[in-house]
């Protein structure tokens, strides 16, 4: 009974230290990239990069970023693009997934064998491009949000999770004088809260890390994405040169960087604990039933 114990205290020791190891190499790196934001050039050049803990603690590079106010204006764009944008893909692809749920529609294998083929094939950039062009939202945030209304992939898990709920639900409700407006928004969409939480996170980021697409379509200043703007921000940084007395007072490029990866990194860190326990249920959504 005592050897049974002991190795059972062993078994616990490993597995805390394992977990301990898991943890400090998550976190470590976030550690890395806020230290070396708040870190003066002199003494990331004097230790050679690695710094955990800046003994003197500069906002340089976050002033460089913040200067003259754009960065504000850019937030604008991307969290009308994030809200408008996901609330919109959410609205498109459940309402594209519900009808394509049920067997009864017609044509629905056709329509299923066209959506899949957009998973595999495109048109490109260019063709993507002409066709933003020729109907007007050049220059617009909304070129940013309707090219991309429905992703293909979350189309069909959702459609996979609703075809998981019983179609008696729906019966039930059609006998008791429920419409299918009413039938989505009071029956299927709070029995799907974990698809929904999962795929609108997805979303969510993928328009919160996008740039390329801002990139291609968005010419004016006052209507770039704020990953569009640091990239503008790192390319015009000042580049390490001269003596120590020099580099103390210039911008450092790298910590301009990891102060970029702060301000993106930062607003989804926030908000993920928040959806957390909807996106541990949704993980599995769409898998087939045991």
Same mark, same amino acid.
Request: hydrophobic letters at 50%.
């Given at each position: 009974m005592e050897q049974v114990t002991i190795w059972s205290r062993l078994g616990k020791g490993l597995n805390y230290t394992l977990l301990s190891l898991l943890a400090a190499s998550c976190v470590i790196p976030f550690l890395y990239v806020i230290s070396v934001s708040l870190t003066p050039i002199a003494e990331v050049i004097k230790k050679d990069?690695?710094?955990?803990?800046?003994?003197?603690?500069?906002?340089?590079?976050?002033?460089?970023?913040?200067?003259?106010g754009r960065l504000f204006d850019a937030y604008q764009v991307t969290i009308f693009r994030v809200v408008v944008g996901t609330l919109l893909n959410m609205l498109f692809t459940v309402m594209m997934a519900l009808p394509l749920?049920?067997? &009864?529609? #017609?044509?629905?294998?056709?329509?299923?064998?066209f959506i899949v083929f957009t998973m595999l094939f495109n048109g490109g950039m260019i063709p993507s491009y002409l066709i933003v062009k020729e109907v007007g939202l050049l220059n617009s945030e909304w070129a940013l949000i309707i090219p991309g209304l429905v992703n293909a992939f979350y189309l069909m898990i959702v459609k996979s999770f609703f075809e998981q709920l019983p179609e008696a639900i729906d019966e039930a409700a059609r006998i008791d004088g429920a419409g299918e407006i009413s039938i989505l928004f009071r029956i299927i969409l709070p029995l799907?809260? #974990?698809?929904?939480?999962?795929?609108?996170? !997805?979303?969510?980021?993928? $328009?919160? %890390?996008?740039?390329f697409d801002a990139l291609l379509y968005i010419n004016s200043p006052e209507n770039q994405p704020v990953q569009l703007f640091l990239r503008q921000i790192l390319l015009a940084s000042v580049a390490i040169s001269?003596? &120590?007395?020099?580099?103390?007072?210039?911008? %450092?490029?790298?910590?301009?960087?990891? &102060?970029?990866?702060?301000?993106t990194t930062l607003p989804i860190?926030?908000?993920?604990? !928040?959806?957390?326990? $909807? !996106?541990?249920?949704?993980?599995l959504v769409g898998s087939v039933k045991g």
């Open positions: 990069g690695l710094v955990l803990i800046p003994s003197t603690i500069t906002w340089t590079a976050y002033e460089e970023i913040m200067q003259g749920s049920r067997k &009864a529609l #017609p044509g629905r294998s056709g329509i299923l064998m799907s809260m #974990p698809v929904i939480a999962t795929i609108g996170l !997805f979303y969510a980021v993928w $328009h919160w %890390n996008s740039y001269g003596d &120590a007395a020099e580099a103390a007072n210039a911008v %450092n490029p790298v910590s301009v960087q990891m &102060a970029s990866v702060v301000v860190v926030a908000v993920y604990p !928040f959806i957390q326990k $909807h !996106f541990t249920k949704g993980v």
